[in-house]
């Protein structure tokens, strides 16, 4: 039994529905641009009169949100809150599923190893990820191109965008120590839900105070945007948090299954 490509087809039309969200998402976002940017000048009026702190916890910024890249950054916000949902779900369903369908002592039976089997759905949803951030970033650009009035920073767009990536490994490796930790999750969805808006007002707290240690507690700051743009880089001490994280929920993962006792049907 292959269970890669086994995981890899159970996750198919899931992958294929969260890809088509985003892509739904960004031409939707991206397709506003041209009416928006004719009337920037009176929107950033508008702008002007909320409060600061509501600015800069939705990601609004009055000086670059009439460009392109500027406006996508704005949206990119909500992007990044569907692409942690599709991360967080996967990374909690993949290894718990067994648990909650009771597969999963027959699935130990067969002459594969615990890691193995982590390793398999690991790569799966890994795979299931990719495939959805190529997708994303296609489209990205091909809407890009065709609504930019002006040349834009092709580098800053692509490294915003391949940012979700990022994001969604750490909300992947995350799901997935939830899902040791706690096998008898019932309900998947609400697990997800719950996990990644509680980062994301946390997230909109942090960018409203500005508080730096505060970022280092929600993955949906260690990318940001005006950070990027201006230096077409990620912030290294982000980044290399984000790497640890997963790096700690991957091995913690593989540690607890290994260890964990499975109950038979």
Known sequence: ???????????????????????????????????????????????EGFPVELRKAIGLSVDSIATLI????????????AGAIQAMNLGTSILSKETREKTADFLLTKPVTRAQVVTSKLMAALVSLVITNIVFITATFMMASIVAEDDFNKEALFLIGASLFFLQLIFMALGIVTSVIFPRIKSVISVSLGTVFGFFMLGMISSSTEDQALRYLTPFNYFDSSYITEHASYEASFLVTGALVIMAAVVASYYLYAKKDVHSV
């Open 70 to 81: 500027g406006f996508f950054s704005y949206a990119f916000l909500y992007l990044k809150l």
């Open 1 to 47: 039994m292959n269970m890669f490509l086994h995981e890899l087809k159970a996750y198919r039309k899931s992958t294929m529905i969260w890809t088509l969200s985003l892509v739904a998402l960004v031409v939707l976002f991206l397709s506003m641009f041209p009416s928006f940017s004719k009337d920037a000048e009176e929107f950033k009026k508008l702008l």
